[in-house]
């Protein structure tokens, strides 16, 4: 089965989310942004997208194409955010992406999980320098994006983890025995 994208604004859950499918055994990839942000402001010229999006996004494109190719390995896996997602940031700041990144947003699982962001769960901080409506504006781009890519969206609704994995699931089994 292709790689199966959970996505949405900063402060949705998709993180938590993800960890709980780990802890059922299935394969996961953890979000690819955040472990770079960190990496970069360890250095003293890092590459941080609020100095340099499309050199980050570069960073991004590098690590997400090496996490498809892994998980394509797999039965079935869980990405948290994908090279769309690095489209979707470039649209948000007025950046149109490059051919390459275009071309490399597909080759996904059809269907694309989007958790919204949620004021209660969200959280300010260096790796997420952004208001929460910044994170809800994102998280639009991101819906446009993954739309203009040819992805359809599903929106997993707020709640507790264990009732957005079995929806997740259950969403997946639906589409399964569809085709």
Request: overall charge negative.
């Amino acid at each position: 089965m292709k790689p199966i994208i959970i996505t949405g604004g900063p402060g949705a859950g998709k993180t938590t989310l993800i960890e709980a499918f780990a802890q059922t055994g299935m394969a996961t990839f953890p979000e690819v942004s955040r472990g770079l942000i960190e990496q970069e402001r360890a250095k003293p010229q890092g590459i941080l997208p609020w100095h340099d999006l499309p050199g980050f996004a570069q960073l991004c494109l590098v690590a997400m194409r090496e996490q498809k190719r892994c998980a394509e390995n797999e039965p079935l896996a869980f990405l948290d955010r994908a090279i769309p997602d690095i489209c979707g940031y470039l649209h948000e700041a007025g950046i149109a992406p490059n051919a390459e990144l275009q071309a490399e947003s597909q080759g996904y699982f059809p269907l694309v999980f989007v958790c919204r962001p949620h004021a209660a769960i969200y959280v300010q901080d260096e790796v997420r320098p952004y208001p929460f409506a910044q994170a809800l504006a994102i998280h639009e781009q991101l819906l446009t994006t993954y739309t203009q890519l040819g992805y359809h969206c599903v929106d997993v609704p707020f709640g507790p983890v264990a009732a957005r994995v079995e929806f997740v699931l259950r969403t997946l089994e639906r589409e399964h025995a569809a085709r």
